[in-house]
T-cell receptor, first 115, second 113 residues
């Protein structure tokens, strides 16, 4: 069965600093990977996704993520954060052929951007 | 506008009083799902449905029921709510599982006293 681990429950950072939110997964088949963002008092929305092809994926609001198959990771990065990036970030994985196709979410990482 | 709607958004109820949280999507999606979000535990799947009349248990189905009689609707039923079901609930829909992203509703905050 697939699983998703977000290694940091909370990441504090100052405005304009770079940030990396870590995500590792386990699966024995091919996977599809997603990052979702949840702003305060809202539902989740898609930030970016990796399906196939280039391992570097760019998303909305200047975020990007890199798929590393050998390390089974899909870390999210942004070179310079803004106060408005303060939110909860969820990594999710779905399995492909031979797997469950049902998405599994990590526990989330709270990004707190300080002025 | 493509969206997932949930009602009610906020609900305070008492132990044992049956309640239903409705979920509706207007995107003709096959896949729908219910999650609960609790501090420190992230999103946990309660039930999902791959299509009309097809539902299956997620990770935390105890105490919940669902039905999928129409493609657009996927209500969550708590027959006898208990305080440990106090949580933030999200409905989501997707074209299908696998490669497709999920679209989330705005959430329902439920308090059971």
């Amino acid at each position: 069965a697939q699983s998703v681990t977000q290694l940091d429950s909370q990441v504090p950072v100052f405005e304009e600093a770079p940030v990396e939110l870590r995500c590792n997964y386990s699966s024995s088949v091919s996977v599809y990977l997603f990052w979702y963002v949840q702003y305060p008092n809202q539902g989740l929305q898609l930030l970016l996704k990796y399906l196939s092809g280039s391992t570097l994926v760019k998303g909305i609001n200047g975020f990007e993520a890199e798929f590393n198959k050998s390390q089974t990771s899909f870390h999210l990065r942004k070179p310079s954060v803004h106060i408005s990036d303060t939110a909860e970030y969820f990594c999710a994985v779905s399995e492909g052929v031979g797997g469950s196709y049902i998405p599994t979410f990590g526990r989330g990482t709270s990004l707190i951007v300080h002025p | 506008e493509a969206q997932v709607t949930q009602n009610p958004r906020y609900l305070i109820t008492v132990t044992g009083k049956k309640l239903t949280v409705t979920c509706s999507q207007n995107m003709n999606h096959e896949y729908m799902s219910w999650y609960r979000q609790d501090p420190g535990l992230g999103l946990r799947q309660i039930y999902y449905s791959m299509n009309v009349e097809v539902t299956d248990k997620g990770d935390v189905p105890e105490g919940y029921k669902v039905s999928r009689k129409e493609k657009r609707n996927f209500p969550l039923i708590l027959e006898s709510p208990s305080p440990n079901q106090t949580s933030l609930y999200f409905c989501a829909s997707s074209i299908a599982g696998g490669v497709y992203e999920q679209y989330f509703g705005p959430g329902t905050r439920l308090t059971v006293t």
